[in-house]
């Protein structure tokens, strides 16, 4: 079953400028899909937009946005406020930020249950317990602060509040960036066990990340989605240019040690207009075809946007 | 090999209503000239701590920080300042934003009574690979990648012996990072800079340094050359640092074994006996009793560890 169907999202500005421009997703019950890219690709606008928390000057536009089976396109303020937390759920980058400092972490859960559900005070506490105790917490914790938490239980009581309502879709935006790697290790094996009956939508910059934990993987540069297809044939045979310049920059300790080749140039600012392919300027393949810009091709597997993809 | 900054069983103490918290607690390095050392640690294990340690910020609660073998205090402040430079971490927040690039980077030059200031910015600019125009742009106007190349600049302005950068890539994207790694190295190839590198990520340790320090909780528990002490570790924490660093080539049934059960202890009430072994796979009654020393196991190679080398591979982790 389809818990996201997203068709042909547009992201502008007032000014017409396009920051998302044409993306296309679509995540099954327990699957996880890492959207990969650099800053300012679009990846963190994908995923406010999937939670109708794009605002103005900001204006997000689809063909098409179903969250498990509900259709979202022309959804009003109060039917997001009835999904959001509820059938889709956020977990932040930032949990030091993204946890209101003044409030225990219980009493954030048992706001967040009652808000969706019609159940006493007490029982939403017990269900506030058992999803700390899903994230590996303890029943104490529930009376903490988040500040006398370390990172990583503040990641871990932030994963809790996002599946407090027991959602379907869970988005995860470089959920951890922001800990040390024998934590990161751990939230992710947390995340993985968690989306299994779900579908999980991971926003990474780091491709190790995301071949730790997703099924496929879809890689966005400049506002557009250039190749994506299953985890494993992504990292063994990418086809897209960007795809492999990505990949030679994840660190791997059974090569020999040696400096990873930088992608040359920076890349694009979001929204600047580029002719043709607005990879081509970084580009070690690109010929003058890519003064046209190639559209996105492939069938339900696997799409690649690309005149000269590697590997043919 | 000429030894150039020194940490001499170094320990740095912070009280906070009646509590000591022992930051670093008794930590022997030294840095020769045109070398790296990296050190790695998670958060709290007291890179940083030592790291402004030897730059003479933190008074010491015991130990002493040699420069070229003399004791900090009888070094000229204004000499050390000039040959021990630090690279921060967040050049968001490093560079003030009201200041034009070439006066963020003169600012030293000017505390250090430089002459010919112009010329100098403007090869320094060229030195960091940035054209000569950014002279005249404030922050706002500069990536993170282009950011952190000014303060690189500003760090090499007085013509330093060492560099202390204190995660000086993590604020970056990746392909970012590999730019300003590669200029790290080609800086430290053209000028024999001594470089100390405070990293997390130790995939960037293995591209980069000779040697590797690891910390835990204070201590040094682990140290070598980083070829071998990455391909080799003696220390199981060391083994799990590089079992965490997430990467391509693990399949999910390895990555399933190789997770590091809890945190990092509070090091305002350590365990006893050997730091590491509430979360070490291979703790035995020993290591809760007994601390292990540092120890030599191989030529240049230490580790502090009961059961130094019995974890070699970090696929030999099951918890």
Known sequence: MKLLDLQDLHVATEDGVKLVDGVD????????????????????????ALLGLVRAPLDARVTRLAIAGQEMRDADETSWRRLRGRS??????????????????????????????????????????????????????????????????RQRAMLALALANRPRLLVADEPTTALDATIQLQILHLLRRESRDR??????????????????????????????????????????????????????????ASIPTPIPGSPPAPGEQIQGCSYRLRCPRATEQCLERPTLEGDADYKIACWNPLND | M?????AHDVAVEFTHDGQTLQAVRGIDLTLDEGETLALVGESGSGKSTLALALLGV????????????????????????????????????????????????????????FGNIEARVASL???????????????????????????????????????????????????????????????QRTSRIALLLIAHDLTLVQRVAQRVAVLYLGRVVEQGPAAR???????????????????????????????????????????????????????????????????????????????????????????
């Open chain 1, 199 to 256: 579908a999980l939508l991971l926003i990474t910059h780091d491709l190790g990340v995301a071949s730790e934990l997703c099924d496929r993987i879809a890689v966005l540069y400049h506002g557009r989605v250039r190749e994506i297809g299953s985890a494993a044939r992504l990292l063994s045979t990418p086809r897209h240019p960007y795809t492999r310049a990505l990949l030679d920059l994840v660190p791997r300790f059974d090569m020999e």
């Open chain 2, 125 to 187: 600019l060229d030195a960091v690979g940035l054209a000569a125009e950014f002279a005249s742009y404030l922050p706002n106007a500069l990536s993170g990648g282009q950011r952190q190349r000014v303060a690189l600049a500003r760090a090499l302005a007085p013509e330093p012996s060492v560099l202390i950068a204190d995660e000086p890539l993590s604020a970056l994207d990746m392909s970012v990072q590999a730019q300003i790694l590669t200029l790290l190295a080609d800086l």
């Open chain 1, 88 to 153: 889709v759920a956020l977990v932040f980058q930032d949990s030091t930020t993204a946890l209101n400092p003044v409030r225990t972490i219980g009493s954030l859960l048992v706001e967040t249950i009652c808000r969706h559900q019609r159940i006493s005070k007490r029982e939403a506490r017990a269900r506030a317990l058992d999803r700390l105790r899903d994230v590996g917490l303890q029943p104490h914790h529930a009376d903490a602060y988040p500040h006398l938490l370390s990172g990583g239980m």
């Open chain 1, 25 to 48: 997703l679509v995540i099954a019950q327990g699957e996880a899909l890492g959207l990969v890219g650099e800053s300012g690709s679009g990846k963190s606008l994908t995923a406010l």
């Open chain 2, 229 to 319: 002490t990455l391909a080799a570790p003696l220390h199981p924490y060391t083994a799990a640092l590089i079992a965490a660093t997430p990467s391509l080539a693990r399949t999910a049934a390895d990555a399933e074994r190789l997770v590091l059960p809890g945190e990092p202890p509070s090091p305002l009430a350590p365990p006893p006996g050997c730091e590491f072994h509430p979360r070490c796979p291979i703790a035995r009654d020993i290591c809760r009793t007994e601390r292990p020393l540092l120890v030599e196991h191989a030529p240049g190679r230490k580790a502090a560890c009961h059961f130094a080398g019995e974890i070699t591979r970090s696929s030999d982790i099951s918890s």
């Open chain 2, 58 to 113: 933190h008074q010491l609660a015991r130990g002493k920080v040699t420069f070229r073998g003399d004791e900090l205090a009888s070094v000229e402040p204004h000499i050390f300042r000039k040959h021990v430079q630090p690279v921060l971490q967040d050049p968001y927040a490093s560079l003030d934003p009201r200041w034009r690039v070439a006066r963020s980077i003169a600012e030293p030059l000017h505390a250090l009574k």
């Open chain 2, 2 to 6: 000429t030894e150039i900054l020194a």
